[in-house]
Every structure is written in structure tokens, then in C-alpha cells.
């Protein structure tokens, strides 16, 4: 096959999504969002559909199961923070064979982000560019969502961000009301230094900035802990795929003096009109997975995420020093088969590195 061969089979339909995507690529972009959101909602919100999707997608695998940070995953695959920006979907993903998923980004007031249109699809090169800017429900109202799902088949990440218009000197102490809100209904928390989508948002990732509002919530995180009388939770940070190595460093310097828990990389590329996500972000991800890893030893937890296409970039990814990963564009073009047919691939990969588990592959490759 050639190369160009390879990457259009790449960004291609799994079977039984073939037609659904021609129709939802007739719609725009943002409308056939919202109406997936909608019908998975729906389906999620019927048990008996619910575990119906659960028999055809998800299987368990224990081979695949790991545990990081006190926390189980019951598959290595995640979904993407501004995909269920407004926790719609929690409820569910798990029977689509997700192992973990991340609500967001959350601000501390509801917004309705930027002007459309704000999303585009550039099929040929598997990409998306978006434009959105936190359009979310707003931390009360996604608590309050999120506080009514009882029971965490997988873990809840919730990502924080700040509203549109808060300078950035108030940034440090918005964030900290709005994990003060979230608190209790997620299973770990992302700090969100690194959309394009917001002005000056990325500002926060400078040393002075991000020192002072990672210390912030790390203490916050314990105050709240104590007074929920719950365990600590993990704060992760994400980061644009942008940083160069003197920014890195410094950024990895802070992770540890702060006591942060991981690291998600990364965000999406800086466009004109947004930010680029999908195939074109890929080897972005692996540089900064291979670089981090480097940087901050075998033990901190690295979640990769930006351009996973097919099963094959998720192994690339473990290789390069992933723990866990997130699909966002992925499932655009391929549908929701992707995490199963991921997890299919990591199977056999096992078998033939003759590896018991992924937890204890991984943890020998480190
Ligand atoms: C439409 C859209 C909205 C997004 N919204 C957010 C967001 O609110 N917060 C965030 O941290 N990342 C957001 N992202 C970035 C994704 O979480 C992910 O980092 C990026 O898309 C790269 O992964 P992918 O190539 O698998 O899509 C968004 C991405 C897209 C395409």
C-alpha cells in the first residue's frame, strides 16, 4: 500500500458507520455534533439500549486494565475533553468501550463561545479546526448533572477552564471557585492552559502564571478533600502541542514543585481560524509524549492525545511513553467502533510481545 493509500484507509469508516457518516457529513459540522450528543443521551439514558451497546462494544478485557493514581481504567482509551463539553454523556460511555472520560472544559459562568460558524472538517487530511471557546452550561448547572449519575462504571475527569472575558490576574482564583464547585463529582481534575479558542488562555502556561495557579489548586484540592472528608483527588494539566524544550523544561519543573498528579498532551495546533486537531497533530503528540516521558521519569502519569486514527498510533503512543490515551477526531471520521477496534489491536500487539498485561508491558518499557 502506499503511503497515501494508507492514510485515506486511515481516516475511512469502520463498517457499519459508512452511512450514518455520509449523512452526518452532509449536515454541518456543529449541528451533526449536537445531534450525536443528543441521540447517545438518549440511548444512555435507556438501560436496556445502554447494555445492548455495552454487548456489541464492550467486552472486558482484563489484560487491558490498569490503575493509575488510585483510580481503575477499565480500558486504556478516553474520550477527549469538548466532546461532552456539558456532561451528557458520562452515563454511558462505557458501553461504547471507553475507559475513562473527560467533561469539559467547564468555566466557572455559562458561555456560549465564540461565533459561528466555529467548526470545520477537512476530510481529506482526517482533521478538524475549531473555533468553539469554552461554549459550556457552566459549573453549577454540569455539577448538579454530573452530581445525579450515582455510580462511576469508568472514571469522570473534569476539565476547568476560565470564562472568556477574566483577565488573567483573576485567572489563578476563577479556576479555584470553579474546582471548588466540581469537586465532588469528578474522579480527577484538568487544568486547561493550552485551547487556542480562548485570548491569552495559553499565557497561563509562563512559569509565573502557571506556578502560581497549580500551586493554587493543589492546595485547594487538599482544603476540599478535607472538608468533603474524600481522598485527594489528582490535578492534571494539559498542554498545547507548541511548547518548545526550554518551555517544557520550565513547565516540568513546576509540574513537580507543585505536586501535580499528570500531564494530558496535547491540545489542539494553533490555526488562523482555531485550533487543528486530528492526523495532523499526530507527530506533534509523540514528540511531546517521547520528550515528557524523557523529562519527568517513568513513574508520572502521561496521557497522549491528538491524532489517533487507527489502533496502530495508539501502540505508537504507548511506545513513545503514554499511559493512557483520548479520541476525539478519531471517532469523527471512524465512528464508534474506533475504541474497540483499538483495544482489538492492543490485544494481539500483546500476545506478540508475549506481555501478560498492558499495565505490565508498559511498566517494563519505562
Ligand atoms: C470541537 C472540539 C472541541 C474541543 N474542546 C476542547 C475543550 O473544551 N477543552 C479541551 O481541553 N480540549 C478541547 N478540544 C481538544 C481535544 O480534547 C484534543 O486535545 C484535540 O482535539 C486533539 O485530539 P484529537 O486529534 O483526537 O481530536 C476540542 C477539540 C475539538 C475538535
Redesign the pocket.
Known amino acids: 500500500m502506499t503511503n497515501d493509500a494508507a492514510a485515506a484507509t486511515e481516516h475511512r469508516a469502520y463498517p457499519g458507520f459508512r452511512w450514518m457518516r455520509r449523512w452526518l457529513f452532509r449536515l454541518d459540522p456543529e449541528v451533526a ?1 449536537d445531534r450525536i450528543v443528543r441521540l447517545l443521551n438518549l440511548v444512555f439514558q435507556l438501560p436496556p439500549l445502554t447494555w445492548l451497546l455495552s454487548i456489541v462494544f464492550a467486552r472486558r478485557q482484563p489484560q487491558l486494565k490498569q490503575e493509575y493514581l488510585n483510580l481503575n481504567f477499565p480500558t486504556p482509551i478516553g474520550l ?4 461532552d ?1 456539558n456532561g451528557q454523556l458520562v452515563r454511558g460511555l462505557h458501553a461504547l468501550g471507553f475507559g475513562f472520560c ?1 467533561v ?2 467547564v468555566t466557572l459562568r455559562p458561555q456560549s463561545g465564540n461565533p459561528q460558524p466555529r ?1 470545520w472538517r477537512l476530510a481529506e487530511e482526517g482533521a ?1 479546526i ?1 473555533n ?1 471557546g ?1 461554549n ?1 452550561d457552566g459549573a453549577a448547572v454540569i455539577a448538579a448533572r454530573l452530581a445525579k449519575i450515582k455510580q462511576h462504571p469508568i472514571p469522570i475527569g473534569v ?1 476547568i ?1 476560565k470564562n472568556r472575558d477574566t483577565p488573567l490576574i483573576e485567572a489563578a482564583a476563577e479556576y479555584k471557585e470553579v474546582l471548588k464547585i466540581v469537586y465532588s463529582v469528578g474522579d480527577y481534575f ?1 487544568v ?1 492552559v ?2 487556542p479558542n480562548t485570548p491569552q488562555l495559553r499565557e497561563l502556561q509562563k512559569p509565573n502564571y502557571l506556578r502560581e495557579l497549580l500551586g493554587g489548586l493543589v492546595e485547594q484540592g487538599k482544603r476540599l478533600a478535607l472538608q468533603q472528608n474524600s481522598p485527594v483527588k489528582p490535578i492534571l494539566v ?1 498542554l498545547a502541542p507548541e511548547l518548545d524544550e526550554a518551555e517544557l523544561k520550565a513547565v516540568v519543573a513546576i509540574l513537580r514543585e507543585e505536586g501535580v498528579s499528570g500531564v ?1 498532551a ?3 495546533l494553533k490555526h488562523t481560524q482555531g ?1 487543528t ?3 495532523p ?2 507527530p506533534y ?1 509523540v514528540k511531546m509524549v517521547q520528550r515528557l516521558r524523557q523529562l519527568l521519569g517513568g513513574d508520572f502519569l502521561i496521557i497522549a ?4 486514527l487507527s489502533p496502530a498510533d495508539v501502540w505508537q503512543l504507548f511506545r513513545a511513553g503514554a499511559n493512557l490515551v ?5 471517532l469523527v471520521y471512524r465512528g464508534p467502533r474506533l475504541p474497540v477496534e483499538i483495544q482489538r489491536f492492543l490485544l494481539n500487539q500483546l500476545r506478540q510481545v508475549d506481555a501478560p498485561t498492558l499495565q505490565e508491558y508498559l511498566s517494563m518499557l519505562r
Open positions: 455534533h477527549a475533553a469538548g466532546f463539553k473527560e469539559g472544559t467548526l478538524l475549531n468553539m469554552f459550556n476539565n477552564g484538568v486547561n493550552s485551547s494539559k494530558i496535547c491540545n489542539t485550533g486537531s486530528g492526523r497533530l499526530l503528540t492525545v491528538g491524532g489517533i483520548q479520541v476525539y477526531t478519531g
